[in-house]
């Protein structure tokens, strides 16, 4: 079974989903690891409360980018970590990880790429006036949400809907999408830029 190492920096609802997903054997793999750059982060404690381990480290300890991520990836290797998911994990990946992980690490992001890229995604539609939105799976590489789209599902934004409505709906989504798309992934060995849906 594959093993998966889940990066967040907040929440970690989407975590939470995946642990029940492998939990269920609906995701097919298993989650062997969190990486959390942010030592106040919620998720840290739900991986807790499920048993996952934890590397959590504060980037400011560290002289670059480049530094912590050769901790991380030490720690990836003493996990035997096949598969990289960024699940709110508010950094651009560096070329430490990319090069080790090449067509290996994944992002969700709230928005139907290429549109609102970045931060506050969910906030940038609104403010737009599109009328729908909706949830990127995708490769990453450098860039800030630009890697190959994997998969897309949309979502309507009604003429009442508040920022919180319409996280609630994204949230929904994500909880059962980014699993259902992992599960296929890993089923088709990972290769790159292979459109599921
Ligand atoms: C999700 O909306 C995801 O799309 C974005 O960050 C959010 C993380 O939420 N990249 P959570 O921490 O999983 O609750």
Known sequence: MKRLAVFASGTGSNFQALVGAAASNDLQAEIALLVCDNLNAPVLEKAKQVGVPVFAFNPKEFDSKAEFEVSILEQLQ?????????????????????????????????????????????????????KITGVTIHYVDQGMDTGPIIAQK????????????????????????????????????????????
């Not at 996990?79 to 969700?108: Q, S, W």
């Not at 996280?167 to 459109?195: C, D, M």
């Open 78 to 130: 003493f996990y035997n970590i096949d598969l990289i998911v960024l699940a709110g994990y508010m950094r651009l990946v560096g070329t430490t990880l990319l090069e080790a992980y090449p067509n290996k690490i994944i992002n969700i992001h709230p928005s139907l790429l290429p549109s609102f890229p970045g931060k506050d995604a969910i906030g940038q539609a609104i403010r737009s006036g599109v």
């Open 154 to 197: 949309a979502i309507a934004i009604e003429k009442d809907d508040t920022l919180s409505d319409v996280e609630a709906k994204i949230h929904q989504v994500e909880h059962s999408f980014y699993p259902e798309i992992i599960g296929k992934l890993v089923n088709r060995r990972f290769e790159s830029e292979t459109s599921v849906n």
